[in-house]
């Protein structure tokens, strides 16, 4: 006797639809237990002491930086680089994606900001430290340094500033490395950190929300093949890029860009 097939019912969704409905299903199935604040605010200020107290750093990253569009779709604009940091004051950095190629260098005297798909360059005499350096991009140059906020001296006051809520989230891998996962929550951004766990706490990926943008978009940046001193290569620290045109600071936003020629940037609030 034959077996009769029954008809088998069109599915109402696709794969991606189905797979995150499942993913957010598990989510909101699960209960975040309220970890004890004093060891979350301890892993973090044990980072922060770490990373301080290395007087060389080297490490690359692959960082995402999320947009929305008028439509409300989110998008991410992918990049990599590297960085080199000297204590207290020279750095060097890398950031290459699809749209732009910069490459920066201070040498405690002058910073040089150079866009070689453009071939045009940036540059200033801003003496002091690494820590002034961060501080004078944002304000200056409206660009922030990849990673910036976990490599100052005082990374934990920075971080911990305006915090209104912590969460320690266990254990999590990135790149094969088993980190502690903490969770923070500020008025305008919430921001996640994974610590590398052992005598070398330092940190593995950082991601930020914006609370304030609509759709919360986010940035993150992950830190891959960490050095410190003595395993650190050596680095020019100063940049003179040659054939290149020179360009004022109140042009940097602009054409050291990081969104694509095809993208206009919206009203900000």
């Not at 204590?87 to 260098?105: C, L, Q, S, W, Y």
């Not at 969770?183 to 070398?200: L, M, S």
């Not at 395993?231 to 020019?236: L, S, T």
Request: aromatic share 8%.
């Amino acid at each position: 006797m034959g077996v009769l097939n029954k008809p088998v019912k069109k599915q109402s969704r696709g794969l991606l639809t189905r797979m995150l409905l499942a993913s957010l299903m598990c989510v909101s199935a699960v209960t975040i237990v309220r970890a004890d604040e004093t060891d979350a605010k301890k892993m973090l200020k044990g980072m922060s002491d770490y990373v301080a107290s290395q007087k060389a750093i080297s490490f690359d990253y692959d960082a995402a930086l999320e947009v929305i569009t008028k439509e409300d779709q989110k998008l991410s604009l992918l990049s990599s680089g590297n960085i080199v940091l000297n204590r207290p004051d020279k750095v060097r950095f890398t950031r290459a994606g699809g749209f732009a190629d910069i490459e920066g260098a201070f040498d405690g005297k002058t910073f040089t900001l150079f866009g070689k798909n453009a071939n045009i360059y940036v540059q200033a005499a801003m003496p002091g430290t690494f820590d002034q350096l961060v501080n004078d991009l944002q304000e200056k140059f409206k660009r922030p340094l990849p990673a910036a906020d976990l490599l100052l001296t005082n990374s934990y006051d920075e971080l911990m500033k305006d915090v209104t809520d912590i969460k320690d989230l266990g254990s999590g891998v990135v790149g094969g490395t088993e980190c502690d996962h903490l969770a923070f929550r500020k008025k305008e951004v919430d921001f996640q950190i994974w610590i590398a766990q052992g005598t070398k706490p330092y940190p593995c990926r950082l991601s930020i929300n914006s609370r304030t943008v609509a759709g919360n978009p986010e940035y993150s940046i992950q830190l891959r093949d960490w050095k410190t001193d003595s395993d650190v290569a050596k680095a020019d620290f100063t940049l003179n890029p040659s054939n290149a045109a020179k360009v004022e600071i109140a042009e940097v936003r602009d054409k050291f860009s990081d969104l694509p020629a095809n993208f206009k940037r919206g009203a900000e609030k």
